[in-house]
């Protein structure tokens, strides 16, 4: 069988991203200066003639070898770019955010009067299992207060949730918290593991935490404010609770608690579709090609809802709605059983049965959409 070294991989890599990377300051237009590299593999293998596919029917490595394959790769890349962690993102939010608001808006017409209905959108959205909407233990903590927006949690040590929930390979915890007063600084721990000190709230203010947990692997990966602060060692015992805890000497607030497992569909976990390979063969496998599948466990943003009942109506409340930006976005697998509905700028085909409130028309009993023209009655949208 055709062995692939790590070596071999390295020196093929090397000798096609020769080139210098580019480093601070230098221009892109520069001579001689590369961005980008290519990574090939050599084989010796009679079937590598030419270009060969990674895994598919003119693949020559086995598991083994596509797994140095992409260690080899990553190694490099890590160097090459400059970032050993290979966490830096190539655009931050900002510089897209300011490329976005370099771009000219539509011009208007100049005979006709145009009214833009880009602004003044709200959205809300309602669960439709109100079983699943009560159950949140961690808004009965013993002390705990629920505000809108935070739960408030008291001095002591606060058991969120049990991370045992999860099936057992991967998973990630996010949560907001900020101190309501000065004090040590929050801890957390994750059953008998207390979290690295780099990763504990001493600031003040409201800050980001995510934990990325790989039991497969028993490593755990915490990121504060987007940026990775700690590795550190986590494993469950199994059969046995793994509770999220939060310690604090001092009332601490929580805001947007969020629970995803990933389901190892290598392991039959999800369901399996039947589907008709090349040359007729029938297998069965998952349409969207993805290795897991992730599941919603936990999702609170300590928000009370207001009800939309008679939210089409000009005596409607909607000051606690959220305020949204076209094109408004509501589905994928965390929103699943859940409705969102649209108070906003509509358009109407008879304006005369329309009135305008808070910088928006208002269209008793419907609603129409500005996805397409001509527009079409709605209830609502996913």
Same mark, same amino acid.
């Given at each position: 069988?055709?062995?692939?070294?790590?070596?071999?991989?390295?020196?093929?890599?090397?000798?096609?991203?020769?080139?210098?990377?580019?480093?601070?300051?230098?221009?892109?237009? +520069?001579?001689?200066?590369?961005?980008?590299?290519?990574?090939?593999?050599?084989?010796?293998? =009679?079937? #590598?003639?030419?270009?060969?596919?990674?895994?598919?029917?003119?693949?020559?490595?086995?598991?083994?070898?596509?797994?140095? !394959?992409?260690?080899?790769?990553?190694?490099?890349? $890590?160097?090459?770019?400059?970032?050993?962690?290979?966490?830096?993102?190539?655009?931050?939010?900002?510089?897209?955010? +300011?490329?976005?608001?370099?771009?000219?808006?539509?011009?208007?017409?100049?005979?006709?009067?145009?009214?833009?209905?880009?602004?003044?959108?709200?959205?809300?959205?309602?669960?439709?299992?109100?079983? %699943?909407?009560?159950?949140?233990?961690?808004? %009965?903590? @013993?002390? #705990?207060?629920?505000?809108?927006?935070?739960?408030?949690?008291?001095?002591?040590?606060?058991?969120?949730?049990?991370?045992? @929930?999860?099936?057992?390979?991967?998973?990630?915890?996010?949560?907001?918290?900020?101190?309501?007063?000065?004090?040590?600084?929050?801890?957390?721990?994750?059953?008998?593991?207390? $979290?690295? @000190?780099?990763?504990?709230?001493?600031?003040?203010?409201?800050?980001?935490?995510?934990?990325?947990?790989?039991?497969?692997?028993?490593?755990?990966?915490?990121?504060?404010?987007?940026?990775?602060?700690?590795? !550190? $060692?986590?494993?469950?015992?199994?059969?046995?609770? *793994?509770?999220?805890?939060?310690?604090?000497?001092?009332?601490?607030?929580?805001?947007?608690? *969020?629970?995803?497992?990933?389901?190892?569909? @290598?392991?039959?976990?999800?369901?399996?579709?039947?589907?008709?390979?090349?040359?007729?063969?029938? +297998? %069965?496998?998952?349409?969207?090609?993805?290795?897991?599948?992730?599941?919603?466990?936990?999702?609170?943003?300590?928000?009370? %809802?207001?009800?939309?009942?008679?939210?089409?109506?000009?005596?409607?409340?909607?000051?606690?709605?959220?305020?949204?930006?076209?094109?408004?976005?509501?589905?994928?697998? =965390?929103?699943?059983?859940?409705?969102?509905?649209?108070?906003?700028?509509?358009?109407?085909?008879?304006?005369?049965?329309? !009135?305008?409130?808070?910088?928006?028309?208002?269209?008793?009993?419907?609603?129409?959409?500005?996805?397409?023209?001509?527009?079409?009655?709605?209830?609502?949208?996913?």
């Amino acid at each position: 069988m055709n062995t692939i070294l790590p070596a071999l991989i390295i020196a093929a890599f090397s000798l096609i991203s020769s080139g210098a990377p580019a480093r601070a300051g230098e221009s892109a237009a +520069q001579p001689g200066v590369w961005r980008s590299f290519a990574f090939r593999a050599v084989s010796t293998d =009679a079937k #590598a003639d030419g270009e060969t596919d990674f895994k598919g029917s003119t693949a020559v490595m086995s598991t083994e070898q596509r797994v140095a !394959f992409l260690n080899a790769y990553t190694d490099y890349a $890590a160097a090459w770019f400059g970032d050993p962690k290979l966490d830096q993102l190539a655009v931050t939010p900002g510089e897209a955010e +300011q490329r976005v608001g370099q771009i000219k808006p539509q011009p208007l017409t100049v005979v006709r009067q145009t009214i833009r209905l880009n602004d003044g959108w709200k959205q809300m959205s309602t669960s439709t299992d109100a079983e %699943k909407q009560r159950d949140r233990p961690w808004r %009965k903590l @013993q002390g #705990a207060e629920l505000k809108d927006c935070e739960l408030v949690l008291p001095p002591g040590t606060n058991e969120v949730l049990d991370l045992a @929930q999860s099936s057992g390979w991967r998973y990630e915890l996010r949560w907001d918290a900020r101190r309501e007063q000065q004090g040590q600084p929050v801890r957390w721990a994750f059953g008998s593991v207390i $979290a690295p @000190q780099s990763s504990w709230l001493a600031g003040e203010g409201w800050h980001s935490f995510r934990l990325q947990a790989d039991l497969a692997g028993k490593r755990g990966y915490l990121s504060v404010d987007g940026n990775r602060v700690a590795d !550190f $060692a986590l494993e469950h015992a199994p059969g046995k609770p *793994v509770p999220f805890s939060i310690l604090c000497d001092a009332p601490t607030g929580l805001r947007n608690l *969020v629970f995803i497992d990933y389901h190892d569909r @290598q392991h039959g976990r999800a369901t399996q579709e039947e589907s008709e390979q090349p040359g007729g063969v029938g +297998q %069965k496998a998952y349409n969207d090609r993805q290795p897991y599948e992730p599941v919603v466990l936990a999702d609170d943003d300590f928000r009370t %809802k207001p009800s939309v009942e008679g939210w089409n109506t000009p005596s409607y409340d909607d000051s606690r709605w959220l305020p949204a930006s076209l094109p408004c976005v509501h589905g994928a697998f =965390a929103k699943q059983g859940k409705t969102c509905t649209c108070a906003a700028p509509l358009i109407c085909r008879r304006p005369e049965k329309c !009135f305008w409130k808070s910088k928006r028309w208002i269209l008793p009993a419907r609603f129409m959409s500005m996805e397409s023209w001509p527009p079409r009655a709605r209830t609502g949208c996913r």
